[in-house]
């Protein structure tokens, strides 16, 4: 194990990810492989800020079609990423890892309110932190989220860990023949449009000077791997 590429970064765990071969929710077998993971990557001495997604309960957008406004829609599904930090952070405390959930919307009896130096506090004092209830405002995600959170905390990268193993030039569940790229600059992940995450992120990173890596959480370790630069995934990087 080499000295690992960051000391401080953002890892995106996917939401939809979570629900293991469910089709809703939270499957806890997966949950507390997950919570291992991170827990061994911060063993490495390296502070690390969780971003969950909430695609294993509600996605704002899925319901906007069927009566509901979008913006309450994404409220909804901004409170289905405080419920997967709670399941997280409660995974990572029976490990024994302390961590500390910060939110974007205020409810002071579930979760303390995220700000810039309580999170930068829990960091240095070796706890992991779950950033919840994305930027707090509607028609964003969290893969948005995660980019504005490492630039505001001064995190070197965002680790999008996902269900794929990279950015491919085509959905690769869909397009068997689709390619995956060792890396692109992030105006080439705008200009490709890959829907892997969404321009708004990119267009963030880039402005920020951000690289991004994703790679896929299937697999036990993975985030240690993409740390110590021996993992699989794509670069997204000036
Ligand atoms: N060009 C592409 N390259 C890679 N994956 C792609 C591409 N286009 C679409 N995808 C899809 O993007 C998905 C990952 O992005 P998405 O934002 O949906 O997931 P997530 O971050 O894992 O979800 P959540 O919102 O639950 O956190 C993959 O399941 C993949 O099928
Ligand atoms: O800043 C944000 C972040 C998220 N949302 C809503 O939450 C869901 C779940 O997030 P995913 O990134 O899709 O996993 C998202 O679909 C939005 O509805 C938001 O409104 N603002």
């Known amino acids: 194990m080499g000295e690992p590429l960051y000391r401080r ?36 001495g390296i502070e690390i800020a969780l971003v969950v997604g909430g695609g294993n309960i509600f996605r704002g957008v899925d319901v906007s079609s069927r009566g509901v406004s979008r913006p309450t829609g994404d409220s909804m599904g901004m409170l289905a990423t405080v419920m997967n930090c709670l399941a997280l952070e409660s995974a990572i405390e029976r490990k024994g890892k302390s961590a500390r959930t910060l939110c974007a919307l205020v409810m002071p009896q579930v979760c303390e309110l995220f700000t810039r130096k309580t999170a930068l506090r829990y960091l240095s004092e070796g706890r992991v932190v779950l950033l919840a209830g994305g930027t707090g405002n509607p028609f964003f995600t969290t893969d948005t989220t995660a980019v504005l959170r490492a630039s505001e905390i001064g995190a070197q990268a965002v680790l999008k860990a996902t269900n794929v193993d990279g950015v491919y030039s085509a959905d690769p569940k869909v397009d068997k023949n689709a390619k995956r790229f060792e890396r692109l600059t992030h105006s080439q992940a705008i200009e490709g449009g890959y829907k892997v995450m969404d321009a708004t992120a990119f267009a963030l990173a880039r402005e920020t000077s951000l690289p991004i890596i994703v790679f896929s959480i299937a697999e036990s370790g993975s985030i240690g791997a993409i740390l110590d630069g021996t993992g699989r995934g794509t670069i997204v990087a000036g």
Do not use: W
């Not at 507390?32 to 911060?42: G, H, L, M, P």
């Open 9 to 44: 970064v953002v890892v995106k765990i996917s939401g939809e990810y979570l629900a293991g071969a469910q089709p809703f929710g939270i499957d806890q077998s997966v949950l507390d492989r997950v919570a291992s993971d991170v827990i061994d990557a911060t063993a490495r």
